[in-house]
T-cell receptor, first 114, second 114 residues
Framework: GDSVTQTEGQVALSEEDFLTIHCNYSASGYPALFWYVQYPGEGPQFLFRASRDKEKGSSRGFEATYDKGTTSFHLRKASVQESDSAVYYCALGDRGSALGRLHFGAGTQLIVIP | EAAVTQSPRNKVTVTGGNVTLSCRQTNSHNYMYWYRQDTGHGLRLIHYSYGAGNLQIGDVPDGYKATRTTQEDFFLLLELASPSQTSLYFC?????????????FGKGTRLTVV
């Protein structure tokens, strides 16, 4: 079945550091890829998506590029802030009408030290 | 602002007990979802629905029933609760037929089965 692997369970950085969270996927078809962010006490929030090879998604300074060749969708940010501390989820979704049927990775907790 | 409201926010029940988790969305979305969130697994889809009276099986449906009574209301039923169902449950809604591909999550219900 479809699956998503996030390599890092936790990442600790200082403010203004560069962030990379790795995401690799396995899917039988050509899925849409997503990043969601979850703050304490809240549900996951949509960050951005990409739906075709080489497409870049971005929001709030975060970005990721859909790479079908390496089956990856790594999250990057040039300069993190303390307010970016949260759990980040990579997810893949079916195309078309079942787009909300998401397969999530295990999540990566980002801790930004001021 | 899209809204998904879950109740109760916290629930404790005994093994073998009967539990109903409620979800209401005011987004006028057709699709609604129930996910469970567990450390190391991210979020996993239990059931989903694309309209009143419709029910689709997700990836981890065993031990759960669901019912969609109206476009707004989606319920998750645990008829014989077990400790393995202790988890954080999220309801979500989406409208993949429109231009907005975002899935909106509620704040979650924390269920403890003792």
């Amino acid at each position: 079945g479809d699956s998503v692997t996030q390599t890092e369970g936790q990442v600790a950085l200082s403010e203004e550091d560069f962030l990379t969270i790795h995401c690799n996927y396995s899917a039988s078809g050509y899925p849409a890829l997503f990043w969601y962010v979850q703050y304490p006490g809240e549900g996951p929030q949509f960050l951005f998506r990409a739906s075709r090879d080489k497409e870049k998604g971005s929001s709030r300074g975060f970005e990721a590029t859909y790479d079908k060749g390496t089956t990856s969708f790594h999250l990057r940010k040039a300069s993190v802030q303390e307010s970016d501390s949260a759990v980040y989820y990579c997810a893949l979704g079916d195309r078309g009408s079942a787009l909300g049927r998401l397969h999530f990775g295990a999540g990566t907790q980002l801790i930004v030290i001021p | 602002e899209a809204a998904v409201t879950q109740s109760p926010r916290n629930k404790v029940t005994v093994t073998g007990g009967n539990v109903t988790l409620s979800c209401r969305q005011t987004n006028s979305h057709n699709y609604m979802y129930w996910y469970r969130q567990d450390t190391g697994h991210g979020l996993r889809l239990i059931h989903y629905s694309y309209g009143a009276g419709n029910l689709q099986i997700g990836d981890v449906p065993d031990g759960y029933k669901a019912t969609r009574t109206t476009q707004e209301d989606f319920f998750l039923l645990l008829e014989l609760a077990s400790p393995s169902q202790t988890s954080l449950y999220f309801c979500a809604s989406s409208d993949p037929q429109g231009s907005n591909t975002e899935v909106f999550f509620g704040k979650g219900t924390r269920l403890t089965v003792v």
